[in-house]
């Protein structure tokens, strides 16, 4: 790790500094601007055109979990385009039958009415109103061989029930149409914990209905949205450890919810930017933003900055499959996430979603295949006036490269610098906005270049008047190696227009034994 290098002094308005620290200090030494010092006034929380809150606003205490809405002024019609499909006899959207004919909730209340005292019992109640799915091999050995003696036993006896209790309440609890969140619209959706819970208790029983051939106009012949069930789980061909702490993180969550439900909100919001907005990246003369490396520590630590989700165009990825990267491992610590996968439609190039207020249940320590549940996690983060934690996560979602070379062509770099863009645009003042904390987006299984995805990283936050914190994940030689070159930039006086143009003589005249941060080195030589 190299020394830390003081941040330079500064006397430009813009909020911005032009120094750079490597810190191998504890995050509280950041002074980058921060939720809740650098919030604006909180509007009055209700719903809107394009902000549904699904829950009575006047029972929101923080102490007890708010009710459901209660006779509704205006009672919505369920669209099958623009809401969420349930499963429950007279909840808005569930699937028509014929008069007297046993509807798909009757079959899932009679299966979820029983004590279910085994895996097997969970299987065969699931398959009872799902046929066609295959062996539940992972969940049977996960409660057979993994979850043993006393953690079992109270599973199955404490909180097992509660949770079918609270699959159950889905038509109490949505007496209205939860809206989906669409391409190319700018909405959010306010639910309170419970009512995640709910939803998540029904994805763990598989409740929700197909959603393919619901009319959607898309380009594939499946539902453009993340598929919402933990058969994809459970059916796992071969059980890897892996799998069985992602199993850990779910059980201990609903461990958590089932004995004291939480009394707070969350929120999803859709962020669509016009592509009128997007930068002249060539032709930018905004100056590098600070930064701050931290090769220890992840970016779920960043308390207060917003937080960077390296997203799969379908929110969540492989979670609720075989899947166990930064997204999956964060949507298994902080479960809440997961909901974004029910209401959230396929990502656009110039679309984002931010996740507000969902709270951490489980520690965990290793990545991909070493990835274990460590244990339960109280999070203790303050809440805003809308009781949501003082937490963002916002998912940026990065393009899977097919050949190494073609992530340094223009045109894939404006991609993801409009991708950037729209995570982190605010038309907020620069004082209001927190810095991002980041990492290596883009790289790793999506094979992007951890140099360049830094500097797009770095372009786009400067563009949008944010700070970036970066975790480089224990790899300290790559930490000097990024503070080396923005360091270098900065005293050279690098705008932004100069860094795209660096990236492009380097995809022009690039020889493969040499990295980018290499071209730049020879360049300021």
Not at 15 to 24: D, E, H, N, R, Y
Not at 130 to 148: A, E, H, V
Request: hydrophobic share 35%.
């Amino acid at each position: 790790m190299a020394e830390a290098v003081t941040k330079t002094e500064r006397d430009d308005a813009d909020g911005l500094s032009t120094g750079v620290v490597l810190q191998p200090n504890p995050l509280k030494t950041c002074s980058f601007n921060r939720i809740p010092a650098c919030y604006p006034e909180f509007p009055l929380l209700k719903s809107t055109e394009t902000h549904h809150v699904a829950f009575d606003v006047s029972t929101l205490s923080g102490t007890n979990p708010p009710l459901p809405i209660s006779n509704p002024i205006r009672t919505q019609r369920w669209n099958k385009k623009r809401h969420v499909r349930m499963s429950s006899n007279s909840a808005p959207g569930s699937p028509k039958k014929k008069r007297d004919a046993p509807t798909r909730w009757d079959s899932i209340t009679k299966a979820l009415e029983q004590h279910l005292e085994s895996s097997k019992a969970i299987e065969d109640a699931i398959k009872s109103y799902n046929p066609g799915m295959p062996g539940f091999r992972c969940l049977r050995f996960f409660f057979d061989k993994i979850l043993t003696g006393t953690d079992r036993d109270k599973f199955f006896k404490e909180t097992l029930p509660k949770m079918r209790l609270l699959a159950l309440r889905l038509q109490e609890l949505f007496p209205q149409p939860l809206p989906l969140l669409l391409r190319t619209e700018s909405r959010s959706v306010t639910l309170s914990q419970e009512q995640c819970a709910c939803l998540l208790a029904n994805a763990f029983f598989c409740t929700f209905p197909d959603r393919n051939g619901l009319g959607f106009e898309y380009d594939h012949k499946v539902s453009p949205f993340p598929v919402f069930g933990f058969d994809g789980l459970f059916c796992q061909d071969s059980y890897k450890k892996m799998i069985g702490h992602k199993l850990m993180c779910i059980v201990n969550y609903f461990t958590r919810v089932t004995t004291s439900m939480p009394t707070g909100a969350v929120s999803f919001e859709r962020h669509v930017v016009s592509r009128k907005k997007f930068p002249s990246w060539q032709g930018s003369s905004m100056p590098l933003c600070n930064l701050e490396i931290f090769a220890e520590g992840a970016i779920e630590d960043a308390q207060g900055f917003l937080q960077a989700d390296f997203a799969n165009q379908y929110l969540g990825g492989g979670v609720l499959e075989g899947g166990c990267v930064q997204e999956e491992i964060r949507f298994c610590i902080n479960p809440e996430l997961m909901v974004s996968m029910l209401i959230t439609e396929v990502l656009g190039d110039n679309e984002a979603v931010i996740m507000t207020g969902c709270e951490q249940f489980s520690r965990y320590r290793g990545y991909g295949g070493s990835f274990e549940w460590e244990g339960d996690f109280i999070d203790k983060t303050e809440r805003d006036a809308w009781q949501r934690r003082y937490v963002q996560v916002v998912a940026m979602d990065a393009i899977p490269l097919g050949a190494y070379d073609d992530q340094f062509s223009s045109t894939m770099v404006r991609r993801e610098l409009n991708k950037a863009f729209a995570a982190l645009y605010c038309p907020s003042a620069p004082e209001h906005k927190s810095a991002i904390a980041t990492g290596n987006w883009g790289c790793g299984a999506f094979g992007g270049d951890k140099r360049l995805k830094a500097l797009i990283q770095i372009m786009a936050a400067s563009v949008c008047q944010r700070n970036v914190i970066y975790f480089t994940f224990d790899d300290s030689s790559f930490s000097e190696e990024l503070l080396e070159i923005h360091k270098m930039l900065t005293e050279r006086k690098k705008t932004v227009g100069d860094v795209w143009n660096i990236i492009k003589e380097y995809n022009e005249s690039r020889k493969r034994d040499a990295t980018l941060f290499d071209f730049i080195r020879k360049g300021a030589s």
